[in-house]
């Protein structure tokens, strides 16, 4: 059942906080990353490459979560969800996207030919803070 | 297998950093959720209390994730590995030495007497990180 983020914990998603995202291993077990995130709607967005870990961990089971934190670790805010999408449509704009929004640069400096962009699109199914509002 | 730590993880560990620890739900599917981290030898320790979902889900699945960032983001690591101790022992005084470490208060401030701390001790089993070392 998708969930409509607050307020508070859109600006999280906003703000140039780092996303660090759980998925699952093929045995089952956990693996969470550091990433850039940000919204479409009501979704998150990460982007990743194919052939990374967490891309193959989706791609075999959706479930996700994802926690964040302001500078100093408060306010703070977790989500689980599933990968309502993965597209290499427009990845590469995306990624440029995230490198302005965490690096300031127009571009994202470390552009690879040989990697194939990937977007992930999550759709939370719960979410919790902790925040003043 | 346990790992040890390269001294750019233990940094990392060692630093008011915010951990990200990813734990397994009832389903299987992941949660994750900002703690506070200290290092004891090479192994991770967090707090937290009894009750709370993240130690529900490491009494019934024992493996867990972790990953932290410096401010910026960069370094940054990740870890997998599993409980290796679960205790109410010295719980207490680990929250205020953690209170010390991120707040840099003598005390935690949010002691509750109907809470029962719990001090969950993690071995390393695989360790990856981003950074220059």
Redesign the interface.
Known sequence: MPTTPSTGVRKLFEDPN?G??????AD???????V?VDLAGDRIRINSADGRTKVKNVRRDP???????A?G?YP?A?V?GHVFALTHEGADEHIDALAKK?MGRVRYPLHRPDQQRVTIVIEPDHASSMMAD
């Open positions: 780092l660090h995202i759980a998925t699952l291993m089952g077990s956990p693996q969470v990353t550091p850039w479930r996700v979560a994802i926690s964040i934190a500078p670790g703070s977790y689980r965490y």
